[in-house]
């Protein structure tokens, strides 16, 4: 890899990475405005978010397909393209389709840089893959807190949800520059046969990974997504409650090595589920600074679902290759594409019942927050279950990881 500049490289990856999770934080915090200013109520606003998770898988999947013929660094032009175009239609969005519009680029802007650099890091970075995937995916918390902290000042200070969108297109030229300028590597050690990489998708280990993608996506993404409107209400300040998790996140990451050297990835996994059901369950009863330790909780438990999951298929999947990192994370966001209008139905009509029942206004809303927490429960909970088998049988699945050091 001569006068390849992997340093440089993956900083690229690291700020578009940033600019990718700065999307979710900041429309996060612009949720309620958007749907005051455009008259959208929740279930709409559900669909306008649900694009940005449908956009991804579709950018996984064809950019996992056409990854090894193209490669990481044109994929990384597509995503800066469409990140420029989001970004833009959506400070000029004139109402409900314009944003369903804008969302779907950003959601394909934000695949693609998954897409282009989870399998060029873990071809780099081949002796240690799970732990550079952690210490990549550090940014998507850490542009979280960025993103919403941007979100709170700023609105704090009466800007506008337009300003807010314009400050992302800061990074965005960044990474663009970088992506430009730099030369990018040939793959040298990942299985990048293509036609290989689809026969390798049929492993029943690979399709039991999938299912548990599904849940460990909804599991983080979720609460993370309604965070304002389930937690705004019950005395909690819920961009610092973002904050407060993605800080946790990233330093969590930041620190896997160690834990996944000692843990193993099936370990980890196993770990996580167990503090995220309970910690989901504690988010649904807790109120006052107790939502705080409850948040605190979730953030350690999702912390490592997303880079290991991704990092496990890349180690003990290996053949699947570009592609089945790309699916991993496609099916994460497209569970979460489908359960986002779901939940936000339920909120929908969990807040009639509320009302209803006789409770008003913010009563109303924390009731209709804690009841879906209730339900959201049950995600984490199957994967405990899941990964409790994985990791009874884990010395069987020990022996195809492919033996990197």
Known sequence: MEQINKNKLFLAACVSLIVTSMTFAIRAGILTQLGVDFGINNTQLGYINSMAFLGFPIAMLVGGLIYNSIGPKNLLIIAFICHVLGLVLTIFAGGFWTLIISTFFIGVANGSVEAACNPMIADMYTNNRTAMLNKFHVWFPGGLVIGSLVSKFMT??????????????????????????????????????????????????????????????????????????????????????LALVTGIMALGRFFAGPLVHKLNPIGVLLMSAIITASAIYFMSIADGGMIYVAAALFALGVCYFW??????????????GALGMSLMGGAGMFAVSIWNPIIGSRLDTEKATALASGLVGEAADIAAGRSVLGFMVLFPFALVVLFGILFAIRKKIEARRIHTH
């Open 307 to 320: 880079p290991t999951m991704i990092g496990f298929t890349s180690e003990y999947i290996s053949k699947t």
């Open 156 to 241: 704090d200070a009466g800007l506008g949800w337009q300003l807010q969108i314009a400050t992302m297109l800061i990074p965005t030229i960044i990474y663009g520059i970088l992506v430009f300028t730099q030369k990018f590597p040939q793959s040298e050690n990942i299985e990048s046969d293509t036609s290989l990489n689809i026969k390798a998708l049929a492993d029943p280990l690979f399709i039991f990974m999938i299912v548990c993608m599904t849940l460990t996506a909804t599991s983080e993404f979720i609460p993370q997504q309604w965070v304002e409107t389930i937690l705004g209400s019950s005395g909690a300040s819920p961009m610092l409650v």
